[in-house]
């Protein structure tokens, strides 16, 4: 019976009573017990009518909500499931199908596990069983296995799915989500992180390694100033003392020797001063084949007798700009370096010559190679990291400079060293070098013997050292001058003033306290402009000096320390000091 059918009973009802009331009074007030009970009975059926009609709305707004909630669940961009609390999926989404590979009613019924990759379903049946007892929602990353695709890394969010009375637990609902594509992303930032990161370091320990090179490269140019200015005295007072006794002297010989083996210092503070990378660069064209076979000789001497010499040469290389002496150099201590290289064993070392197939990108410009090959030991890459640090060697007895050298020089030719090795399969330098257009050689003025000549005239000697400003002191007079000295820039301004017109040249260091050689050369000028100034150094300013050259334009000549009495009398005469000859 529905509400309609009961409200017409309940008036059917009511009329029967109204008829009797009509009839009996006997009954009367039963009858009106009665009819007020029909009454409340209606009042009821009223209230039960708008419940129900409220009941009716509530349902098909439920309806609705369920509906919509369906509607989400289905088409939501993430996949959706619901399993029972053992794992069997109850209900899947339209993305969980897509994700899974199976269509949603086919899903129905199955294991979630059996989408897991094997190697991972250990780890859900844990959570799963450890879930029960800790029911917190819980994160879980595996690798799922769809049907019939390739395994993906997924993030699954489970919670407890309650219902019923109790609000019991009945199911899992899961959250799965594909983050293959956000851990490859990831995996890509941390690998351009350590990119990144090892670039940094790689920056930061080649600023360190160029900070630590100027810094040694200051180290050196001091050591060769103080070594050169010891080595200048030495050499001047065994020359001086060689001229005195003369060839027969029983001395004559020792002190021979005495100047050669300063001569091989002052060419051991030249390395030095090449490793700074400005040495005296005294350039010309060259043809590196000419240049390397001229040395085939000397080249010999260097290497172990075991060792065998063999030549590659190209014929018609391009030049290149380059000081002859620091080139021979290189080739030397390539050579002496591939030589120790084999050890005591035989080997092979090959000097090679030839022109670069590409040009340089940076300016265009064509590149020829000097090559040297060994058999020998080759090197790690812990030694190769190494082998252009000044003072590293790994002989016992080696000074560490031969390589640096090389570097320096190279460097300062504007060219590149590059090296191939690698344990037991030797080694092999190239230095690449840019060539120039070739033109006929601008050969510097040839030094006039200075043996037998004569000078007069006052020369004033500007130097710190004292050894160095007595032996040149002592040349001088021996060439026939009235020398006066100074010990200083200032020292040198108040000579020249107190002797003005006497002075016929100075001779000037160019590494003084107080006041250094250009603001020196710059006073001596200004009171004395036609005064022709010789310019000296055992320093690594000859930058320096070649732009005080330029800028001085004319009468002011350089003179690098240590130099023999014939090296000062040939500049003296080069500046055209009044002479007898």
Known sequence: MNTDDFGRRLESMRGQVERLRGTSDAGSVAVEELLVAVEELRVAEEELRQRNEDLVVAHAEMAEERRRYQHLFQYAPDAYLLTDLSGIIREANHSAAHLLGVEPRFLVGKTLVSFVEPGDRPTLRNEIGRWRSEPAAKHLDLRLQPRGGDTFDASLTLSVARGGPRDQAFGVRWLVRDISAHRQLTEELRLREEEARREAEASEARAYHVQKLESVGVLAGGIAHDFNNLLHVILCNADLARLQVGPGSPAWEHLDEVVRATQRAAELTQQLLAYSGRGVVE??????????????????????????????????????????????????????????????????????TGEVDRTDPSDGRSMVFLEVTDTGCGMDSGTLQRIFDPFFSTKFTGRGLGLAAVMGIVESHHGRVRIRTSPGEGTTFQVVLPTVTRAADVLAPRRVSGVGWRGRGTVLVVEDEEGVREVVARMLERLGFQVLTAVDGVDAVRVLEHHHGEITTALLDLSMPRMGGQETLSRLRQRSPDLPVILMSGYTEHEMATRILEEAGGGVVFLQKPFLPDDLSSVLRHVSLPANA
């Not at 350039?283 to 000397?298: A, F, K, N, P, Y």
């Not at 010499?309 to 290149?320: F, G, N, R, S």
């Open 283 to 352: 350039t010309r064209q060259l043809d590196l084949s000419l240049e390397v076979r001229e040395m085939g000789t000397l080249l010999r001497t260097a290497m172990s007798k075991q060792a065998s010499l063999t030549w590659d040469l190209a014929e018609d290389l391009p030049v290149v700009s380059a000081d002859p002496t620091q080139i021979r150099q290189v080739v030397m201590n390539l050579i002496t370096n591939a030589s120790d290289a084999l050890g005591d064993g035989p080997g092979t070392i090959t000097l090679r």
